[in-house]
């Protein structure tokens, strides 16, 4: 701790990330089983990454927003896990404010952008389905540039917002965050400062940014599921569920385990189990969005199976070869 002093009180330099902590026994196995997740996301978002760029099949508006959204997980995951395996291997807890702040930037900054993104991958399916005789028309490319790149540049603008009123913020009480990462609510907890006006900027904040996307999903998928059901054959009722059900799914995970940790009341007895839902749109979410992609989507498997041909046919040219 340092200890430069304001009045009688000391101003607190590191936080302590207490997140698993209470399970001394359990440290190693949850290091293996975090690393194998963090191996398996990072392996499987750069792999549906690779496939989109590589495969002129998939050039499409659908695997573009899919190939931002797994850009989006891998630096997702990437901003809790590394902390939480080297915590869990080295024992070491702590944290800086300044470190603590950063990973809250680029949670908040990549939680929003992913609330927007699944929005925008929810109106592509709704456009392709309900509307597909305009769909090349409004779903063309400067269009979709133009969403991603608007998604990304607000996301990026709710979260300085939200960092510099943190940044403004004074630490100099209890240093422990109950959490296994630096989570908004367990952070603003530790400060000594006023926080009513910060908490209502930043409450009217993630309204703004997360509101219109739930809505704007909510509303697409209830049309689109409209627009199935009055299909006549059943060939085109499964055809059109199958392009959507793997964005379904995954905005089904994400929103339902947010809504979870952030609508329950904050009591001692939940908050373990916050920990747990936690765990599922910060580092299940992540890991299950390539392999949902990947096993439900047939151009995604025709794509892997041509990479994978490609790929044996070299090394037997490679093993023919002096």
Same mark, same amino acid.
């Given at each position: 701790?340092?200890?430069?002093?304001?009045?009688?009180?000391?101003?607190?330099?590191?936080?302590?990330?207490?997140?698993?902590?209470?399970?001394?026994? @359990?440290?190693?196995?949850?290091?293996? @089983? /975090?690393?194998?997740?963090?191996?398996?996301?990072? +392996?499987?978002?750069?792999?549906?990454?690779? @496939?989109?760029?590589?495969? !002129? !099949?998939?050039?499409?508006?659908?695997?573009?927003?899919?190939?931002?959204?797994?850009?989006?997980?891998?630096?997702?995951?990437?901003?809790?896990?590394?902390?939480?395996? +080297?915590?869990?291997?080295?024992?070491?807890?702590?944290?800086?404010?300044?470190?603590?702040?950063?990973?809250?930037?680029?949670?908040?900054? $990549?939680?929003?952008?992913?609330?927007?993104?699944?929005?925008?991958?929810?109106?592509?399916?709704?456009?392709?389905?309900?509307?597909?005789?305009?769909?090349?028309?409004?779903?063309?490319?400067?269009?979709?540039?133009?969403?991603?790149?608007?998604?990304?540049?607000?996301?990026? $603008?709710?979260? #300085?917002?939200?960092?510099?009123?943190?940044?403004?913020?004074?630490?100099?009480?209890?240093?422990?965050? #109950?959490?296994?990462?630096?989570? /908004?609510?367990?952070?603003?907890?530790?400060?000594?400062?006023?926080?009513?006006?910060?908490?209502?900027?930043?409450?009217?904040?993630?309204?703004?940014?997360?509101?219109?996307?739930?809505?704007?999903?909510? +509303?697409?998928?209830?049309?689109?599921?409209?627009?199935? $059901?009055?299909?006549?054959?059943?060939?085109?009722? !499964?055809?059109?569920?199958?392009?959507?059900?793997?964005?379904?799914?995954?905005?089904?995970?994400?929103?339902?385990?947010?809504?979870?940790?952030?609508?329950?009341?904050?009591?001692?007895?939940?908050? #373990?189990?916050?920990?747990?839902?936690?765990?599922?749109?910060?580092?299940?979410?992540?890991?299950?969005?390539? @392999?949902?992609?990947?096993?439900?989507?047939?151009?995604?498997?025709? +794509?892997?199976?041509?990479?994978?041909?490609?790929?044996?046919?070299?090394?037997?040219?490679?093993?023919?070869?002096?």
């Amino acid at each position: 701790m340092a200890n430069p002093e304001q009045g009688n009180q000391t101003v607190l330099t590191e936080f302590i990330l207490l997140g698993f902590g209470n399970l001394p026994e @359990l440290q190693i196995i949850l290091f293996l @089983l /975090f690393l194998i997740i963090y191996i398996v996301t990072v +392996a499987g978002n750069v792999l549906i990454i690779v @496939l989109v760029v590589a495969d !002129q !099949q998939l050039h499409t508006p659908m695997y573009f927003f899919l190939g931002n959204l797994s850009c989006l997980e891998t630096c997702y995951t990437s901003t809790i896990l590394p902390r939480m395996l +080297a915590s869990l291997l080295t024992g070491d807890r702590t944290i800086s404010v300044s470190g603590c702040l950063t990973q809250y930037y680029f949670f908040g900054f $990549l939680a929003v952008a992913e609330c927007c993104l699944l929005a925008v991958m929810s109106y592509d399916r709704y456009v392709a389905i309900c509307k597909p005789l305009h769909y090349e028309a409004l779903m063309n490319g400067r269009s979709c540039l133009q969403l991603a790149v608007g998604t990304w540049i607000s996301s990026s $603008l709710m979260a #300085d917002i939200t960092i510099f009123l943190m940044r403004q913020l004074t630490f100099c009480g209890p240093n422990e965050i #109950d959490h296994f990462f630096c989570d /908004f609510i367990p952070v603003i907890k530790l400060s000594c400062s006023d926080t009513r006006m910060m908490e209502l900027i930043t409450t009217m904040l993630a309204a703004i940014c997360t509101l219109p996307p739930f809505l704007l999903t909510l +509303a697409t998928y209830v049309c689109i599921i409209t627009t199935i $059901l009055r299909m006549p054959s059943t060939t085109g009722w !499964q055809k059109a569920f199958s392009t959507c059900s793997s964005h379904l799914i995954m905005v089904s995970i994400f929103y339902g385990t947010i809504m979870i940790v952030y609508m329950l009341p904050k009591t001692d007895t939940l908050r #373990d189990l916050n920990k747990v839902f936690s765990i599922f749109y910060t580092v299940m979410t992540p890991m299950v969005n390539p @392999l949902i992609y990947s096993l439900r989507n047939r151009e995604v498997k025709e +794509a892997l199976r041509k990479v994978v041909t490609k790929y044996s046919a070299v090394k037997r040219i490679q093993t023919v070869l002096p």
